[in-house]
């Protein structure tokens, strides 16, 4: 069975600067797909980032960027510039390339951006 | 576009009692999961659906029931609550033509058993 480990409970970060939350994983296949959501307050499931197993290039969106490194199973999440409104908790998650909408995930960081 | 609807919000209930978790989605999406968070947790898998009249356990199914007898709704069922359920419930759905796609959640119901 799959596994997804977030071994940082809680993080924090000052205001614009940068932070990086680690993910790490267990899997014995090949394709798959690796996701980071963002849940604040509200509950809601925000979808920040996705990362494909066979692309070796590193997703990008904005100011949140992913390490990936396939061979290590380690999909960290770096968020530049920090904003008051990244705070929230975030989930790393996996799902297998024909999982459907099924996904596996970590115990989730909650995030702290200091003013 | 409503996306994924989840109803109720919330809900209180005793120990013993039943009631069932509605999901609904417009987007003709083939898959739909649903997912219980725990305080502290992330997502678990209670039950999917690949597509109408299929369904399928995961990792937490016991205690609750599903079924897909349309493609735009997979409600979930909860026999006789128990306090160990009391939990917030998430419902999810993408489109099966395309791998990989964006997997969209439902805002969550949040339960109470007493």
């Known amino acids: 069975a799959q596994t997804v480990t977030q071994s940082q409970p809680e993080m924090s970060v000052q205001e614009a600067e940068t932070v990086t939350l680690s993910c790490t994983y267990d899997?014995?296949?090949?394709?798959?797909?690796l996701f980071w959501y963002k849940q604040p307050p509200s509950r809601q499931m925000i979808l920040v980032i996705r990362?494909?197993?066979?692309?070796?290039q590193n997703a990008t969106e904005n100011r949140f960027s992913v390490n990936f490194q396939k061979a290590a199973k380690s999909f960290s999440l770096k968020i530049s510039d920090s904003q008051l409104g990244d705070a929230a908790m975030y989930f790393c998650?996996?799902?297998?390339?024909?999982?459907?909408?099924?996904?596996?995930f970590g115990e989730g960081t909650q995030l702290t951006v200091n003013p | 576009n409503a996306g994924v609807t989840q109803t109720p919000k919330f809900q209180v209930l005793k120990t013993g009692q039943s009631m069932t978790l509605q999901c609904a989605q417009d987007?003709?999406?083939?898959?739909m999961s649903w997912y219980r968070q725990d305080p502290g947790m992330g997502l678990r898998l209670i039950h999917y659906?690949?597509?109408?009249?299929?369904?399928d356990q995961g990792e937490v199914p016991n205690g609750y029931n599903v079924s897909r007898s349309t493609t735009e709704d997979f409600p979930l069922r909860l026999l006789s609550a128990a306090p160990s359920q009391t939990s917030v419930y998430f419902c999810?759905?993408?489109?099966?033509?395309?791998?990989?796609?964006?997997?969209?959640f439902g805002e969550g119901s949040w339960l109470t058993v007493v």
């Open positions: 999810a759905s993408r489109p099966g033509h395309i791998s990989g796609n964006t997997i969209y």
């Open positions: 899997t014995s296949e090949s394709d798959y797909y």
């Open positions: 990362q494909e197993a066979y692309k070796q």
């Open positions: 998650a996996y799902a297998r390339e024909t999982s459907g909408s099924r996904l596996t």
């Open positions: 987007m003709n999406h083939e898959y």
């Open positions: 659906s690949v597509g109408a009249g299929i369904t």
